[in-house]
């Protein structure tokens, strides 16, 4: 209970005045929980035939059928759970390994420093893309939870990079150097002093990496190098190229899971955006510009006084 209050004082700062978060908060939550509702919201199975192919949008169907007769509506929330399953696990396991090798290499440096940075540097050498469509190709038709590994394991270089400019700055600072003269524990350290000063990056970057990860496992399965028989976003995509729902007029076979991305994605980088906004003054916008001009202002007619 004692950490409710400081949660809800921190939203109100981060709310206050930031439209884009507000708007983005707004997106991700409808998107959400359509998607954890399906069941609810959708009257027709996402896999069962219930009319004939490439129905336009109606009444009945309000986002129209595929060639086979499925519901689009049902099929687009309900692929919305796998689709954001593998996004969020991707990042999940992108983040982690991001912020063990940053804060180890960034705060131990030395041999330790040496030997991560050059797996690191390995990795990055191999662009990421062509890389994901090589492993998946190599495997053959995967599942989500392979995909997510896939992507998971390969897009963790550049955040551990960023982490560990960043440690190896707070490293050097005074409450550090004291907790050191004081004798706590390097693993104290890293947790209570280290970690905390940087979550705004380790969020912003986990939810660049959700982006990349949905965008990526779309593009996966799109290529046809995913399972088609499990409904996402993606999968959704492979099936509407295939049948040639454009060439046929039957837009709305491609752009609904289109637009689904589009919107998640643009919903997730309204959020991080909104977090450059409060970890860096300069980015600020609305109140919080006008409050930092005014404190700098203070602060350089300070300096100027004899």
Excluded at 37 to 56: C, F, M
Aim: glycine fraction near 10%; include cysteine.
């Amino acid at each position: 209970m004692k950490f409710i209050h400081p949660l809800i004082s921190f939203l109100r700062r981060f709310y206050r005045g930031n439209p884009t978060a507000i708007i983005g908060t707004i997106i991700v939550v409808t998107v959400l929980s359509m998607s954890m509702g399906a069941s609810l919201i959708a009257d027709n199975e996402p896999t069962k035939r219930v009319a004939r192919g490439h129905q336009p949008p109606s009444a009945e169907l309000w986002l129209g059928s595929t060639r086979s007769g499925k519901d689009v509506f049902s099929q687009v929330l309900h692929g919305g759970q796998v689709s954001l399953l593998v996004a969020f696990s991707a990042a999940s396991i992108t983040t982690i390994i991001a912020v063990v090798v940053g804060v180890s290499a960034g705060y131990f440096g030395g041999r330790v420093d040496e030997i991560l940075m050059s797996i690191s540097n390995i990795v990055l050498v191999f662009p990421q893309l062509p890389l994901l469509i090589i492993l998946a190709a190599f495997i053959g038709q995967v599942g989500p939870l392979v995909i997510a590994l896939i992507i998971g394991l390969s897009s963790w270089a550049w955040g551990a990079r960023v982490i560990r400019s960043q440690t190896m700055t707070i490293r050097n600072k005074e409450f550090i150097l004291a907790a050191e003269v004081m004798g706590e524990s390097k693993w104290r350290i890293i947790f209570v002093e280290i970690l905390p000063n940087l979550m705004s990056i380790v969020v912003g970057s986990a939810m660049g990496t959700c982006i990349y990860a949905l965008m990526a496992e779309a593009g996966l399965e799109f290529l046809g190098l995913g399972d088609p028989t499990i409904i996402t976003w993606g999968t959704m995509l492979f099936w509407a190229q295939s049948n040639a729902a454009f060439l046929v007029g039957a837009w709305w076979d491609m752009v609904v899971p289109g637009a689904a991305i589009a919107i998640f994605g643009g919903g997730l980088a309204l959020l991080n955006m909104s977090i450059d906004q409060i970890s860096n003054p300069k980015l600020k916008t609305g109140s919080y510009i006008k409050v930092w001009r005014r404190t700098k202002a203070e602060v350089e007619a300070r300096r100027l006084q004899p």
